[in-house]
């Protein structure tokens, strides 16, 4: 997703990926009001592609501030357990990355 308007977060694009058989692959990049990555409130429709994401590219997000947006919604463990490569660049309002919480579900890497 390149220069998206209006979209807050992947939840605001749950209606077109609601169809995808899989998301392995998310780029993010330049989309100015981007504030968070994944809002666990309104995620049930994406999360199933998002336990299967193995590569992430977030750039040039400046009012990306977290990259899950929990707002008292439990956080399921297993939401980045695929996660094989994360890439972040340019997001100078980012203020948490990964809660503990969600660190849990990580496999290290030695």
């Given at each position: 997703?390149?220069?998206?308007?209006?979209?807050?977060?992947?939840?605001?694009?749950?209606?077109?990926?609601q169809n995808a058989t899989e998301l392995?692959?998310?780029?993010?990049?330049?989309?100015?009001?981007?504030?968070?990555?994944?809002?666990?409130?309104?995620?049930?429709?994406?999360?199933?592609?998002?336990?299967?994401?193995?590569?992430?590219?977030?750039?040039?997000?400046?009012?990306?501030?977290?990259?899950?947006?929990?707002?008292?919604?439990?956080?399921?463990?297993?939401?980045?357990?695929?996660?094989?490569?994360?890439?972040?660049?340019?997001?100078?309002?980012?203020?948490?990355?990964?809660?503990?919480?969600?660190?849990?579900?990580?496999?290290?890497?030695?």
């Amino acid at each position: 997703m390149r220069q998206c308007i209006n979209m807050r977060s992947l939840s605001d694009v749950a209606l077109v990926l609601q169809n995808a058989t899989e998301l392995s692959y998310c780029s993010i990049w330049n989309c100015e009001e981007i504030e968070c990555v994944i809002d666990l409130v309104s995620l049930s429709s994406l999360c199933s592609h998002v336990l299967k994401l193995q590569m992430l590219v977030l750039g040039r997000l400046p009012k990306l501030c977290e990259l899950v947006s929990v707002e008292g919604t439990p956080m399921p463990l297993r939401i980045f357990s695929s996660l094989k490569y994360f890439h972040i660049t340019r997001c100078s309002g980012i203020r948490k990355l990964f809660p503990v919480e969600l660190l849990q579900g990580f496999q290290i890497w030695r």
